[in-house]
């Protein structure tokens, strides 16, 4: 199962840098709209794929991400399987169209194929979406799809029932390649969840923010359990196709629940230069991205 919202494309990592810091004014920030009043509950999806025989059918939904802050405005996220064993389903749905990635495997053996579509109507981020349309391939011209199925057409309703977003400040202390970060930055959707296992809590906090003169999705994780507290910062950029990445070296001052996460840690790039950045700040949980089933 895909783990919700977290990256699993290559990272690239910074180098060296000074440590001017940035007056650029940090960019509108997408808010979630109002929600209607009315029971809340798991957040709920019905989806059907057409085309090949190991694609079509019905889908089982795990997680939904409502009010996701992108660049371009705020999606709903939904991660699900279907009957071909290992293949993993995301939706992504925007006000203008819907996107369809199924992939498998991981590392050297990891595949990909993409579809979009424009057939989405009553699109709310916060609310839902219904979806009927025609897709068409918009895999990379060099990826590797192995035999993953084509997918010709979708039918989906998504009802996120009162699903909260979260929020928090984070602020941050040193450099990057880049420049500063924007501190303090706001977190507009902050996802947090045991379903790694019993016993483990995991925070996922997001926010557009700017990096030196830059626009940029930032992302603050923590993670603990019996075995450790940890924590890390990710740093994707509007006009930049890499994103960066920091993690705590030792234990971090992580304290994570379902309802709430404190964040106070040193996190440093892996590789040379290996620059570091102190991460502090607290976050209140969103309400639960796990589907009724």
Not at 39 to 68: I, K, W, Y
Not at 225 to 233: I, K, L, P, T
Not at 238 to 266: E, G, H, K
């Amino acid at each position: 199962m895909r783990v919700p919202l977290l990256a699993t494309a290559c990272l690239a990592f910074i180098v060296a840098c000074g440590s001017a810091t940035s007056t650029t004014p940090t960019p509108a920030i997408p808010t979630a709209e109002a929600t209607p009043s009315g029971p809340a509950g798991p957040p709920v999806v019905q989806a059907e794929l057409s085309g090949s025989a190991s694609v079509s059918g019905p889908l089982h939904f795990t997680d939904v991400t409502c009010a996701n802050p992108t660049f371009s405005g705020l999606t709903i996220i939904a991660d699900a399987t279907n009957a071909t064993p290992n293949l993993a389903i995301r939706l992504t749905l925007s006000s203008t169209a819907v996107a369809v990635q199924l992939d498998t495997g991981s590392g050297s053996s990891y595949r990909e194929r993409d579809f979009a579509g424009s057939g989405i109507s009553g699109f709310n981020a916060s609310t839902g979406a219904t979806v009927s349309s025609p897709l068409h391939d918009t895999t990379a011209a060099n990826g590797k799809i192995g035999s993953i199925g084509s997918v010709s057409s979708i039918t989906a309703s998504v009802n996120c029932k009162g699903q909260t977003a979260g929020s928090g400040a984070f602020t941050f202390t040193g450099t990057t390649a880049q420049g500063a970060i924007s501190s303090p930055l706001t977190v507009t959707r902050v996802t947090c969840s045991t379903l790694a296992g019993p016993g483990v809590y995991t925070m996922h906090a997001v926010g557009i923010g700017t990096v030196g003169t830059q626009a940029a999705l930032i992302g603050v994780f923590g993670n603990a359990s019996a075995s450790g507290h940890y924590a890390s910062v990710t740093l994707s950029l509007q006009n930049n196709p890499i994103s960066y990445f920091f993690t705590s070296t030792a234990a971090a001052n992580v304290t994570l629940s379902t309802t709430s996460a404190r964040v106070d840690a040193r996190v440093t790039e892996p590789y040379a230069p290996m620059d570091t950045l102190h991460v502090t700040g607290d976050a209140t949980c969103g309400s639960s991205i796990q589907t009724s089933g």
